[in-house]
């Protein structure tokens, strides 16, 4: 059985998907845990970056290009992470909740490119008797440069559907 905090990619035997996996969930959700961009900062390719939201709509027309920078996608971030870590959590630690729920449903490489589809599904008890309930997805943008996989772009906060 697999510890949820454990790479499922083989490292060796698939190697670029264990690195993203190590970039776009350990790395993010551990810092996002400490509410610290620190571990993070140097993923992102801030020359080319742009994040766009979703805003929760599956329709396109309802996006925006709410992160123009690196900067301005850490500020929100951060205060989403502030958010996150007020949650009164009945079980676990927010840290584990994070892992449970993230997964990378798909990852496309092609050359020096790469799309990874991230997706986040929680439905944990709060101790006010309440639930957080997250079921949503993002789409990275990924190039190499230098050797190195850097994030230059998203279109995040999108609807997931959920099975009932």
């Keep these: 059985m697999n510890d949820l905090f454990t790479n499922p990619f083989h490292a060796t035997r698939d190697a670029e998907r264990a690195g993203l996996w190590e ?13 610290d961009w620190g571990p993070v900062a140097d993923d992102f390719a801030a020359d080319r970056f742009e994040g766009i939201s979703a805003n929760g709509s599956a329709d396109p027309a309802s996006w925006t290009l709410a992160y123009p920078t690196v900067d301005a996608y850490r500020v929100d971030w951060l205060r989403m992470a502030d958010e996150f870590l007020l949650k ?4 676990g630690d927010h840290r584990a909740l994070l892992y449970l729920m993230t997964t990378l449903a798909r990852i ?10 991230k997706q986040f599904r929680a439905n944990a008890r709060l101790r006010d008797g309440g639930v957080l309930r997250i079921a949503a997805q993002s789409l990275f943008r ?14 995040g906060y999108l609807p997931l559907e959920v099975a009932q």
């Design 142 to 155: 990924l190039h190499r440069i230098d050797g190195r996989w850097m994030i230059v772009g998203f279109v």
């Design 23 to 35: 970039m776009l969930v350990a790395r993010d959700n551990d810092a996002f845990a400490a509410a």
């Design 88 to 91: 009164p959590l009945v079980e």
């Design 108 to 117: 496309d490489i092609v050359g020096d490119r790469a799309a990874v589809w």
